[in-house]
């Protein structure tokens, strides 16, 4: 057991009174009334609130680093967008379902999704630092599936009973919520388990709180045996500054790779323009495009739909002008398919 336990990561005994790590009171001094961060954004009241209703059904959180990439005064920003809670969230579509990607059907034990071959994802806990309105999770019943320590060890049974996982998905939420300590001890359960290969960790923290990415965390990370793939969620471009650039950096420099996910959004990011911004910022930043999701179709997030046919043609046009390697593979979550599925199944035809 121990062979495998991370051995380089230094664990500070820290005395009660030891001030919080600097990202835990960023975490606090969140924004989460919509009235302050209008104010903050120099906008008037917003009609599109209407009285409130959906921010009570899915709270409204966001941390001031991504409120402060939104461009002041502009109520259109694709930053705000992906957060603002509108009264349309709470309009009753037909095809919109509390579970459209049929997570509850594959949970193997509570918290561990068991869907794909090869690959166990793990919720690590249900928070998150920022509530994204087109959330297919926004559903979910995470006061069901937090990982507490009893549940940790029976996914780990799990998964050290399974000899096909060769790759453990640390999810949620957001598993970088987790604290240092607690998030190094899940690391050495999981590479105590001699067929796991793979660490990849399902993050936004890099992006909405690049202040997480501390060098201890990138020591815990770097030092596992297993090898770590970081995949964070960017959807446009101005989400990128050199904060979240110099995160991005020290876990590269920690041997972290790194992928992004997007989501495809109308509004925010259903232009080929936004798109091909945004595939060329992430490289800038070393972090390759790995999927385009076309919108999961939850309860409350039909604002956010692209038509199927507008989102091929925008990808069609991506193709044309990028590198093969920055373009994303545009999928649609299917419940029941063995793999998340290519929306984009179509040849050239000049
Ligand atoms: C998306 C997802 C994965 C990972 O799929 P990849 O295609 O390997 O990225 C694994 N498990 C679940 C439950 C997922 O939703
Ligand atoms: S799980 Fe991801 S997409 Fe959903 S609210 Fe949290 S950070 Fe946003």
């Known amino acids: 057991m121990e062979s495998h336990a991370i051995t380089n990561v ?3 005994k820290s005395p009660a009174s030891a001030p919080q790590p600097h990202w835990k009171d960023e975490m606090a001094s969140s924004f989460s009334c919509v009235g302050d961060l209008l104010d903050y954004l120099g906008l008037p009241v917003d009609p599109r609130l209407g009285n409130g209703e959906p921010s009570r059904r899915f ?15 502009d109520p259109d920003d694709p930053l705000l967008l992906q957060v603002l809670p509108v009264d349309q969230e709470l309009l009753e579509r037909p095809g919109y379902f509390a ?10 034990v509570p918290g561990l999704l068991h869907k794909y071959h090869g690959r166990a994802l793990l919720i690590a806990t249900g928070a998150c630092a920022i509530n994204c309105r087109y959330c297919f999770r926004r559903e979910f019943p995470y006061a069901g ?10 996914a780990l049974a799990h998964i050290a009973d399974d000899a096909s996982i060769a790759e453990v998905i640390l999810s949620g939420g957001d598993p970088l919520l987790l604290d240092d300590r607690r998030l190094a001890d899940l690391l050495d359960g ?4 001699p067929q796991v290969r793979r660490l990849r960790i399902h993050t936004r923290l890099p992006i909405v709180l690049p202040s997480r990415i501390t060098s201890d965390l990138a020591r815990i990370l770097g030092g596992t045996r297993l090898k770590p793939v970081l995949v964070v969620h960017a959807n446009h471009a101005n989400e990128l500054d050199a904060k979240v650039g110099k995160a991005l950096q020290a876990l590269h420099n920690a041997g972290v790779a790194l992928l992004n996910q997007s989501v495809l ?5 259903d232009t080929e323009d936004a798109l091909a911004e945004l595939s060329e910022t992430l490289c800038d930043h070393g ?12 309860c409350g997030t039909g604002h956010f739909d692209v038509q199927e046919i507008s989102a091929l043609a925008l990808y069609e046009g991506l193709q044309r002008r990028l590198p093969g390697y920055l373009v994303p593979r545009l999928v649609r979550e299917t419940a029941g398919a063995p793999y998340k599925v290519n929306a984009f199944q179509g040849n050239y035809l000049p």
């Open 10 to 12: 230094k664990r500070k």
């Open 59 to 73: 709270p409204f959180r966001v941390t001031a680093a991504f409120a402060g990439r939104m461009k002041k005064g």
């Open 99 to 108: 579970d459209p990607v049929g997570d509850l059907l594959s949970v193997a």
């Open 145 to 154: 599936s937090q990982l507490t320590r009893s549940r940790q060890s029976e």
């Open 190 to 193: 999981i590479a105590a388990i």
């Open 265 to 269: 959004l109308k509004g925010v990011n």
């Open 287 to 298: 972090v390759l495009p790995y999927y385009l999701h076309l919108l999961d179709k939850a």
